[in-house]
């Protein structure tokens, strides 16, 4: 095959399509985008002939034209155009259109690093935020708010991210080349377009669709990817930065505080994923256990190499060369040969003998065996002991520095990552553990009225009274007869024993919290506390000596109905003493989760943001009363119609008083590929991530407001709420809505895509859209552009304020409260991203005539909710106040707009063989798949 750069192509369509003409965007950006664009131009010249090229300008301009124009001929002659494309050069124009994307993010991170390295260190997030801090409170206020940090970020697998591994790996190749700066026509230059040419061609020739979907173990790995990058190449820096910044302002990181962990569901959860099993709980967590061991035992090589520390020089210390002695009866790989040889290094021999330890650790997990005191560590906490000892010979010996340098970084890294690397939330329906109780208490038959017919009152009832038992209710008879339990309850109360099998084998941090999704009163968690002591991992009759919980129990509230009953919820629970032991058992904390995903398909982004506002608040009352800490668990998503939005406007966006330190939020899909790629991408999500909570915690403790203006802040606020509730409910409500959903949009399509291993439907009777997951519920209407989720009902909710004279208080409130600047401004994001001409050419070529007045009444909520928005922040168009992210959706609308051209074409084709009784053929179904990958690199959002 001949070179790119021996076939002719025209001048025009040699390179391809770049970031517009725009001279106020960034010109570094635009020449690194431009330099990409030209090396994949020459790549589907060489892959596909000069005549792609050409097709591609073509259809780009068709489309910008149809933009500027609006006419409707015209969108149906470039939908002519796209329909009567062979399948092969249909596909291939869209992958040319997506990769564009793919370089185009490549560049934009690579942009964003450089942004992040010229900001002067003062500027950083934490610098700044722990100045402010020192300013308000001093060093003591300072010391405290440290001393209460506990983030936890957790990840999960939950389907969103679009693009394959193999993909994913290859971008990041590219932006770690771009990161070195080049000048044009130097040598170096040459060398780095050849690299970056051979990347493209390999993008170009790698599937982006997955063949199979992935098992949760692939999931696994796939988060164990960017956790190793981030406990290896991440976190020390973070943790060294942090303590030094702490100590100029006369405070400290204590040793073994480690103020952000990570944490996981992938392999845990189980709601509505049948293929989360007890074994594959156990699979699992021996990977992340042997990507754990695999990060200390590299930085105990490190560790090695820089303490040669000679005791002819220093004297030997007693309590470390005890210790050292203590391990040496039970490690084996040193020998006497070593032994002589670092015989005046104690401290290489010390640290080789921790990672002996480790080693013996990953051998005794593979082959299930106990653990041997002094062969193996138990849990992270005995590799921390050897660190301490370490440390402390150090100090007594004059090594200060060394002490406190590296070694003590890499205590506090190997604190956060243990032996499991991310602590495992395992996940359950709450009807899973009723079904479990109801065959138990059959079986016992002391129930005047069968389980299965109670009430929830009643249910707490009994479930409380058999807490307060000092027996078990059926004892070992759970597993020594099996007729108790069917396959489907058996699956449920397996994953409590496997808990407790994982503690034996990991520690109790492995896994330590059970979430209860879809939990509607306190007997949905009563009722897994019980199935927890049945399978022993709590006992709270032994006495106060003996009385331990092993896990906490984590109420899921979803619903706006759930939501509204929060306080009374927690209350209820705190107020039954048998859980209220549980609780003091666990340190007097209780966690609770907020969904937001299930809210805001139930109610619209307005509601299900203020009720989930107002929840926290009742949350927040409610643990006060009963002396409980609570640690709020905020299951965001990516997108706006799944609480996604900046995290730090989020953090400060909650009441007063929430944050006490404490707080856990989920990263998911293309948000963790997106924040955690690049090193330097990663140390800022984290950094500001640390900083808002600690932020939150110590100056957000009181009102921002005086009382008068946040009751009042409060009553506009439900007057909005209460208008966009009615307009969305109407919406929603339509019976025509499902078959408008379905049809104008792709959305039968995302389980082909084999993005996750979760069904996109639950397991339970739901049906129609009530039993559609969040997640394609959002993708549908990102894939056509009409992103419903994100903003419907918002301009019938601030127009009904306005005309009830409330104007006034709008723009106060939009000055002076963060929650509703922050619910503005991410409803203002999504409208930019919406895009209702191309949502009408969706809804008028795929969409029954009938069901176009649905599109009418979405298309007229658009325009008032816009309408409202800038009247709102005083600004002529969507985003003017927010430029640069204006400049870059408006184009990449250039190079979406054909994607979505495509994707319709191809649907009309698909359908009318379905209407056929005709199977989808193999490569259509490839071509689409594919224009939903485009669609979801150009908007960088998923679901």
Do not use: C
Not at 120 to 141: C, D, K, Q
């Amino acid at each position: 095959m001949p070179d790119a750069a021996d076939i002719s192509v025209p001048t025009l369509t040699a390179e391809f399509p770049v970031v517009g003409d725009d001279p106020h965007i960034d010109a570094p950006l635009r020449a690194t985008v431009r330099r990409l664009s030209t090396l994949l131009g020459r790549t589907l010249a060489d892959q596909n002939g000069p005549e792609l090229l050409e097709l591609v300008e073509q259809v780009r301009q068709q489309t910008k034209d149809v933009k500027a124009s609006h006419s409707t001929v015209e969108a149906h002659e470039v939908q002519q155009r796209l329909a009567e494309l062979p399948i092969e050069q249909a596909t291939a124009l869209t992958r040319a259109f997506t990769q564009y994307f793919l370089l185009a993010n490549a560049a934009e991170q690579v942009y964003r690093v450089r942004a992040l390295a010229e900001r002067p260190s003062a500027e950083s997030w934490v610098p700044r935020t722990v100045r402010a801090i020192h300013e308000e409170l001093g060093s003591e206020g300072l010391q405290e708010a440290v001393d209460s940090l506990d983030v936890r970020l957790v990840f999960t697998a939950h389907p969103t991210e679009a693009s394959r591994r193999a993909v994913l790996t290859k971008l990041r190749r590219i932006s770690d080349l771009l990161e070195t700066e080049t000048e044009e026509g130097t040598v170096e230059r040459r060398r780095q377009d050849h690299d970056l040419a051979e990347l493209i061609e390999s993008l170009w020739q790698t599937d982006e669709l997955r063949r199979q979907r992935p098992t949760p173990q692939d999931e696994a790995r796939n988060a164990l990817y960017y956790l190793r990058q981030i406990y290896s190449q991440t976190m020390p820096a973070m943790l060294d930065d942090l303590r030094d910044e702490l100590r100029t302002h006369g405070a400290e990181l204590r040793d073994r505080q480690v103020p952000l962990r990570f944490g996981s569901w992938i392999g845990g959860d189980r709601d509505g994923n049948p293929y989360v099993t007890a074994e594959v709980t156990r699979d699992v967590l021996q990977l992340q256990a042997d990507t754990a061991i695999d990060i200390a035992i590299e930085a105990i090589n490190d560790l090695i190499v820089e303490l040669s520390v000679s005791s002819a020089l220093t004297g030997e210390d007693e309590e470390l060369l005890a210790s050292l002695r203590a391990d040496l009866e039970h490690v084996t790989d040193i020998d006497e040969v070593q032994q002589n040889l670092y015989a005046e290094e104690p401290y290489r021999l010390k640290l080789g003998a921790m990672r002996s330890k480790l080693r013996a650790t990953r051998k005794r997990i593979h082959q299930g065996e106990p653990h041997v005191p002094g062969q193996d560590y138990r849990d992270g906490s005995e590799l921390q002991d050897d660190f301490t000892v370490v440390r402390e010979a150090l100090r007594r010996h004059g090594a200060v520095r060394m002490a406190d340098g590296n070694l003590a970084i890499a205590q506090l890294v190997l604190a956060g990552s243990g032996l499991n690397l991310a602590t495992l939330d395992v996940r359950e329906h709450a009807e899973k553990h009723h079904e479990v109780l109801e065959r138990l208490f059959d079986q016992v038959g002391e129930l005047e009225t069968p389980y299965g017919q109670l009430d929830p009152a009643q249910r707490t009832k009994v479930l409380s009274a058999e807490l307060a038992s000092r027996r078990p209710l059926v004892g070992s008879a759970i597993t020594e007869d099996e007729t108790i339990l069917d396959d489907s309850t058996r699956t449920t109360y397996n994953v409590f024993r496997e808990i407790r099998e994982a503690h034996r084998t990991y520690g109790r941090h492995v896994i330590e919290t059970y979430i209860i999704s879809m939990t509607r009163g306190a007997h949905d968690v009563l009722a897994a506390v019980l199935l927890a002591r049945e399978a022993g991992l709590v006992n709270i009759a032994g006495g106060e000596e003996k009385n331990r919980s092993d896990i906490g129990f984590v109420p899921l509230l979803e619903t706006i109905e759930e939501l509204r009953h929060a306080g009374e919820i927690l209350d209820e629970l705190l107020s039954d003493p048998s859980y209220r032991e549980i609780v003091r058992l666990r340190g007097d904390r209780q966690e609770v989760m907020l969904g937001y995903s299930d809210g805001n398909k139930e109610a619209g982004v307005m509601t299900s943001q203020w009720e989930i506002h107002q929840a926290q608040r009742r949350l927040r009352d409610a643990a006060a009363r009963h002396g409980v800490t609570l640690r709020l668990f905020h299951g965001r998503g990516g997108s706006v119609g799944r609480g996604g939005g900046p995290t730090y406007d989020a953090i400060l966006a909650q009441p007063y008083g929430v944050l006490e330190g404490e707080i856990k939020f989920t990263e998911q899909g293309e948000v963790i590929s997106d924040k955690y790629t690049l090193p330097p991408l990663a140390r800022e999500n984290l950094d500001l991530s640390l900083a808002a909570v600690l932020e939150g915690s110590a100056l957000h403790t009181r009102p921002r407001t005086t009382p008068e203006q946040l009751d009042r802040f409060g009553e506009v606020m439900e007057t909005v709420s209460d208008a966009a509730f009615a307009a969305y409910r109407k919406l929603a409500d339509d019976p025509d809505l499902p078959e408008y959903f379905v049809t104008s949009t792709p959305v039968e399509l995302l389980g082909d895509l084999n993005i996750g291993s979760r069904p996109s439907k639950r397991t339970t009777s739901e049906k129609g859209l009530d039993g559609l997951r969040a997640i394609p519920w959002v993708f549908g209407w990102t894939q056509s552009r009409q992103i419903v989720p994100g903003w419907f009902g918002a301009g019938s909710g601030l127009k009904a304020a306005r005309e009830a004279g409330l104007e006034p208080d709008l723009h106060n409130m939009l000055r002076h409260w963060h929650f509703f600047r922050t619910v503005i401004s991410n409803v203002e994001m999504t409208l930019a991203k919406t895009d209702m001409q191309i949502a009408a050419h969706y809804v008028h070529s795929l969409v029954p005539e009938r069901l176009w007045p649905l599109f009418e009444t979405i298309r007229a909520e658009y325009t008032l909710a816009v309408e409202e928005i800038e009247r709102l922040t005083g600004v002529l168009g969507l985003l003017d106040n927010q430029p640069v992210l204006k400049r870059t959706l408006a184009v990449r609308d250039r190079y979406l707009d054909p994607i979505s051209y495509m994707q319709v074409a191809l649907l009309q084709r698909a359908r009318a063989a379905s209407e056929r009784g005709e199977p989808m053929e193999p490569d259509l179904q490839r071509a689409l798949l594919t224009t939903i990958n485009g669609v979801a690199a150009g908007l960088k959002n998923t679901g």
